[in-house]
């Protein structure tokens, strides 16, 4: 089983609401990341959870606050976004944080703020 | 700075024909390399990978990348391409540890019936 999965598939949220994004997986996966892609662009590195620790934050505003209560969770927890924030929000999950650790990607979460 | 360049936008080719897209990296030491694909709307799938070894890489649904040093190049290939391989292909590298990803702009494959 190499499934990662994400919930919601989409999300519509005004600029003063609080939301959060979840991501799974059950391969026994000790590393977690968020990725942020804009339409017709590349996904981006947000953020690298390394057994449960926050390992790389690119530099992300704060409005954007990632947890991982367990080996298994990814949470991002989302506040006060602005419109520039809409994009497919994809989560992936390794084995660890070497090299040659293969990143396995879910579905994302297709975010819309107005 | 390690990159990854894919220096076509879009690429349209016929259901049958062969295929090949391509990726430039700039690496000072022996780079890891991988190819990922991307359906409209959907998340990223692993085509191939390439650490080290053997320059051909053999992967999912058919394609193939060639890993050459001399020309810094990864590019990714299909012998007979079907309707269904029309999607985003990204070409992307490790850089700066944590096992960070560092994705090309991406090449967006049309097929022709």
């Known amino acids: 089983d190499t499934e990662v999965t994400q919930t919601p598939k989409h999300l519509v949220m005004g600029m003063t609401n609080k939301k959060s994004l979840k991501c799974e997986q059950h391969?026994?996966?000790?590393?977690m990341y968020w990725y942020k892609q804009k339409a017709k662009k590349p996904p981006e590195l947000m953020f690298v959870y390394s057994y449960e620790k926050l390992s790389i934050n690119e530099s992300v505003p704060s409005r954007f606050s990632p947890e991982c209560p367990n080996s298994s969770l990814l949470n991002l927890h989302l506040h006060a976004l602005q419109p520039e924030d809409s994009a497919l929000y994809l989560c992936?999950?390794?084995?660890?944080?070497?090299?040659?650790?293969?990143?396995?990607f879910g579905p994302g979460t297709r975010l819309t703020v107005l | 700075a390690q990159s990854v360049t894919q220096p076509d936008i879009h690429i349209t080719v016929s259901e049958g024909a062969s295929l090949e897209l391509r990726c430039n990296y700039s690496?000072?030491?022996?780079?890891?390399l991988f190819w990922y694909v991307q359906s409209p709307g959907q998340g990223l799938q692993l085509l191939l990978k390439?650490?080290?070894?053997?320059?051909l890489v053999q992967g999912i649904k058919g394609f193939e990348a060639e890993f050459k040093r001399s020309q810094s190049s990864f590019n990714l290939r299909k012998p007979s391409v079907h309707w269904s391989d029309a999607a985003e292909y990204f070409c992307?590298?490790?850089?700066?540890?944590?096992?960070?990803?560092?994705f090309g702009a991406g090449t967006r494959l049309a097929v022709h019936p």
């Open positions: 992307a590298g490790l850089s700066g540890g944590y096992n960070k990803l560092i």
């Open positions: 690496y000072g030491a022996t780079p890891y």
């Open positions: 391969m026994g996966h000790r590393a």
């Open positions: 992936a999950s390794s084995r660890g944080i070497a090299d040659t650790d293969t990143q396995y």
């Open positions: 390439y650490f080290s070894g053997d320059t």
